[in-house]
């Protein structure tokens, strides 16, 4: 069993940026899929980006392509999102997740643990 935790959201305006951070307790990332997740107020939570232990693939939603980056430190355990040009639409709380077995990546019922999500707020 792994425990995830996230870190680094806060308040930006707009085209600004945040990194998030999600670290791997009582476990190793090796054997996961790590993916972010978001969800705003009213909506159901959706896929941001993945990023497979098993070949380094990565994957995006369209809506985040260009600005955000996902990446990995195996020596640190931890997974990062690296968000950049933020829009007040990407305002939610984020999580993260990991997954043992990924057949789709945006599909949350997927994925075996979570964090606890950490709030992302743009302002216009």
């Known amino acids: 069993e792994v425990q995830l935790v996230e870190s680094g959201g806060g308040l930006v305006q707009a085209g600004g940026s945040l990194r998030l951070s999600c670290a791997a307790l009582?476990?190793?990332?090796?054997?996961?899929?790590i993916g972010w997740f978001r969800q705003a107020p009213g909506k159901e939570r959706e896929g941001v980006s993945t990023?497979?232990?098993?070949?380094?693939?990565?994957y995006y939603a369209d809506s985040v392509k260009g600005r955000f980056t996902i990446s990995s430190d195996n020596a640190k355990n931890t997974v990062y999102l690296q968000m950049n040009s933020l829009k007040p639409e990407d305002t939610a709380v984020y999580y993260c997740?990991?997954?043992?077995?990924?057949?789709?990546?945006?599909?949350?019922?997927?994925?075996?643990?979570w964090g606890q999500g950490t709030q992302v707020t743009v302002s216009s």
């Open positions: 990023i497979s232990s098993w070949d380094g693939s990565t």
């Open positions: 009582g476990s190793t990332f090796d054997t996961y899929a």
């Open positions: 997740a990991a997954a043992v077995t990924l057949f789709s990546w945006a599909n949350p019922d997927e994925y075996d643990y």
